[in-house]
């Protein structure tokens, strides 16, 4: 026998072995991923079916949106006692106003005494972040029954009502440390702590609010003598 003739023959057969081989292994592999992919796809819709069914599950989102739904209720009917904007009122509609909400902040002011522009700046930036609580300002000057009703003798004079009746009041700027250039989130944390408006979980650095105006004003008497001193 040609010897080169039988090592050519030999070459060949192992060749064909080897291709034989990787075809084995090839088609084994298609059919692993071809067991593997339907076996996947079942167990997801399995996943999501059970999912859609879970009872746990759909009662949560059925909480979450009976909750979103009874808070924008509220929102609405806020907004429809006057809440969320900071407004003057007339001596007129006093009493409508503090008896109409449950909580209600009121600011005492007089035109001309800059402490009470000061305190004006705070609570209108206050007012769109408490929408619970009703902000709302009255002129003193335009107000004489229920000034002396309130006993209010000196301006600034932010009183608190709850349910109508004034639970507590701000005068002039002595729980703000005496001075004009206290901070918005100093009165917030006041009037929290009053019970007036509810602390907020979300509540930003002090940059949340305008920079606090610093102009060195004299507190002022109802009868017009503004020489308090700090």
């Known amino acids: 026998m040609d010897p080169n003739a039988v090592k050519s023959t030999l070459s060949n057969l192992a060749f064909g072995n080897v291709m034989a081989a990787a075809a084995r292994d090839y088609q084994k592999e298609l059919l692993a991923q071809e067991k593997a992919q339907p076996s996947s796809s079942v167990n997801e819709e399995v996943d999501l079916d059970e999912l859609m069914d879970d009872p746990e599950l759909e009662k949560l989102h059925a909480d979450r949106i009976a909750a979103l739904k009874k808070e924008a209720e509220k929102r609405e009917t806020w907004k429809k006692k006057g809440h969320g904007e900071y407004r003057e009122i007339s001596e007129g509609d006093f009493l409508g106003e503090v008896t109409g909400s449950e909580k209600v902040i009121c600011h005492f002011y007089h035109k ?55 639970v507590d009041r701000l005068v002039g700027f002595q729980d703000l440390g005496g001075k004009d250039d206290f901070s918005t989130r100093i009165l917030e944390a006041l009037l929290i702590k009053k019970g007036i408006i509810a602390e907020k979980k979300d509540e930003d650095e002090d940059n949340e609010y305008p920079d606090s105006t610093r102009k060195v004003v004299r507190s002022s008497t109802i009868a017009g003598s503004d020489s308090d001193s700090d």
């Open 112 to 166: 001309e005494f800059y402490r009470c522009k000061i305190m004006d700046k705070h609570l209108k930036s206050l007012t769109p972040k408490h929408i619970d609580t009703k902000f709302i300002k009255l002129d003193a000057e335009n107000a004489p029954f229920f000034v002396t009703k309130l006993a209010i003798k000196t301006l600034p004079c932010v009183i608190l009502f709850r349910q109508g009746v004034a």
